[in-house]
């Protein structure tokens, strides 16, 4: 969960978005480092009365600036493609749920039982109860077991939506006539929240996304219920 003046990501509640973040901070830090040093190079050059006669020609110096930036491209480039490798595998997955996304609202279908699917709605300000966040608290939250490989088929019913959560390290475009698949696992128990991330139309910041990640004989009982309601 997001909080006022928070300038880095939400802590992690699923493998990927910790490779995530170690990667970010591998990518921060070369950036400090390069950065660091052209300050340097531009101050050094700026202040110092010396000169170099030499300067319009030397052949180590072409060396060092032409492999450097090869080498560091490289340090990037390898942890980027193992993550992004990562993030595509759907390994055998214990639940699968089927997220639409509408104008302006996302509905779900739990697609291993036979009638367990609903709507999800935002809860309007004047209805929040103390503890709920506003614009992000929905009428029925997605329910999933921990520690349990989870994919999500996303697709869309009018227009363009994209199904994100921050801190399980997902996002999801959700196309009209189109099905794409996504999956996580969620390390930890807990409630994450998230938004539509692709401007869907006037309240496109009026449908969140709440997942629920409880253990797996709270979510049976949950299911349970939710089958003899249907």
């Known amino acids: 969960m997001a909080h006022p003046s928070q300038l880095g990501f939400q802590d992690a509640a699923s493998p990927v978005m910790e490779e995530l973040l170690h990667f970010h901070d591998h990518a921060l830090m070369i950036v400090f480092l390069i950065s660091t040093l052209v300050l340097y190079i531009i101050v050094a050059m700026v202040t110092t009365k010396l000169t170099n006669k030499f300067i319009l020609d030397s052949q180590e110096i072409e060396i060092i600036w032409t492999l450097l930036p090869a080498i560091i491209l490289i340090l990037i480039a390898l942890p980027s493609l193992r ?132 253990p797996l004989e709270h979510f049976e009982n949950w299911s349970f219920i939710m089958l003899q309601d249907a």
């Open 83 to 214: 993550i992004l490798y990562l993030m595509d595998e759907i390994n055998d997955p214990h639940l699968t749920i089927k997220a639409m996304g509408h104008q302006w609202y996302w509905s779900y279908e739990y697609t291993d039982y036979e009638d367990l699917g609903f709507d999800s709605y935002m809860i309007p300000t004047q209805d929040l109860t103390p503890g709920q966040f506003r614009l992000l608290e929905t009428d029925h939250r997605m329910v999933i077991p921990v520690e349990s490989p989870i994919r999500v088929l996303v697709s869309a019913e009018d227009v363009l939506h994209s199904w994100a959560v921050p801190s399980l390290g997902v996002k999801m475009d959700a196309v009209p006539g189109r099905l794409n698949q996504t999956a996580f696992i969620t390390s930890r128990p807990g409630v994450f929240y998230g938004q539509c991330s692709e401007i869907c139309g006037a309240n496109h910041s009026f449908m969140p996304i709440v997942v629920e990640a409880v």
